[in-house]
């Protein structure tokens, strides 16, 4: 059994260990291409004002939907769909023994999401060990403890043609608290595309990531 450890104040370490940068470049390049495929749906189907209102929702249902493809990508990793607790909403995370992984917009970058249950209930339940906060007890950590971490983004401006950020956030155990942060975008300058180019994925970088349509075996009516 492995035995190796990892400092709970870095989480950002223990991601980087168990996520190789193929992984997260995938990361980033997916959320990207979501972001050009949903502004190009809605302002091709509709006009302007209703395709302005559309935008935020579909480019998240498309950038949920390709969460299965990442999760088969890294290997060992699956992706489970739940309801939220109000149950008008679902939520996919990728998941494996040691980490656990969500998306979400945000209004800025370095806070987190706005408050949601299943959030606060993962941050708690994989964070706890970790004790991020407490400074006078620092445990040791091995390979198997769990760890979660939320993609966020944001559009660059209001038609969101291009995310500004594409970020890894580690929340506290109370998900009050960013503890640390990967910066996606800048640790792959080279997949950002040019805001004027007529192809706003690079044909060398571009990934094709398959939106599924399959349900999960932990999906309810």
Same mark, same amino acid.
């Given at each position: #059994?492995?035995?190796?450890?990892?400092?709970?104040?870095?989480?950002?370490?223990?991601?980087?260990?168990?996520?190789?940068?193929d992984? /997260?470049?995938l *990361? +980033?390049?997916?959320?990207?291409? /979501?972001?050009?495929?949903a502004?190009?749906?809605?302002?091709?189907?509709?006009?302007?004002?209703?395709?302005?209102?559309?935008?935020?929702?579909?480019?998240? !249902?498309? *950038?949920?939907?390709?969460?299965?493809?990442i +999760?088969?990508?890294?290997?060992?990793?699956?992706?489970?769909?739940?309801k939220?607790?109000?149950?008008?909403c679902?939520?996919?995370?990728?998941?494996?023994? $040691?980490? $656990?992984?969500?998306q979400?917009?945000?209004?800025? /970058?370095?806070?987190?999401?706005?408050?949601?249950?299943?959030?606060?209930?993962?941050?708690?339940?994989?964070q #706890?060990?970790l004790d991020? #906060?407490?400074?006078d007890?620092?445990?040791?950590?091995?390979?198997?403890?769990?760890?979660?971490?939320?993609?966020?983004? $944001?559009?660059?401006?209001?038609?969101?043609?291009?995310?500004?950020?594409?970020? *890894?956030?580690?929340?506290?155990?109370?998900?009050?608290?960013i !503890?640390k $942060?990967?910066?996606?975008?800048?640790?792959?300058q080279?997949i950002i595309?040019e805001?004027? /180019?007529?192809?706003?994925?690079?044909?060398?970088?571009?990934?094709?990531?398959?939106?599924?349509?399959?349900r999960?075996?932990?999906?309810?009516?």
């Amino acid at each position: #059994m492995d035995d190796k450890t990892y400092d709970p104040k870095k989480p950002d370490e223990m991601f980087n260990d168990l996520v190789s940068d193929d992984i /997260q470049r995938l *990361i +980033a390049i997916g959320i990207i291409s /979501q972001y050009k495929d949903a502004y190009e749906y809605c302002y091709e189907t509709f006009e302007p004002p209703e395709a302005h209102d559309l935008l935020p929702q579909y480019r998240r !249902v498309c *950038i949920e939907g390709i969460m299965p493809d990442i +999760a088969e990508r890294i290997g060992g990793y699956t992706v489970e769909s739940k309801k939220n607790k109000a149950k008008n909403c679902w939520h996919r995370s990728i998941v494996s023994g $040691r980490i $656990r992984l969500t998306q979400s917009k945000v209004d800025h /970058q370095g806070i987190l999401p706005r408050d949601a249950e299943f959030r606060k209930g993962y941050a708690e339940s994989n964070q #706890m060990l970790l004790d991020f #906060m407490n400074e006078d007890k620092i445990p040791e950590l091995n390979e198997e403890a769990p760890l979660y971490a939320i993609i966020t983004h $944001r559009p660059v401006d209001d038609d969101g043609l291009l995310p500004e950020f594409v970020d *890894i956030v580690f929340p506290d155990k109370e998900c009050n608290e960013i !503890v640390k $942060r990967i910066k996606l975008l800048d640790k792959f300058q080279d997949i950002i595309p040019e805001a004027d /180019q007529e192809e706003i994925i690079p044909e060398s970088l571009e990934i094709k990531l398959e939106r599924s349509v399959k349900r999960s075996s932990s999906e309810t009516a």
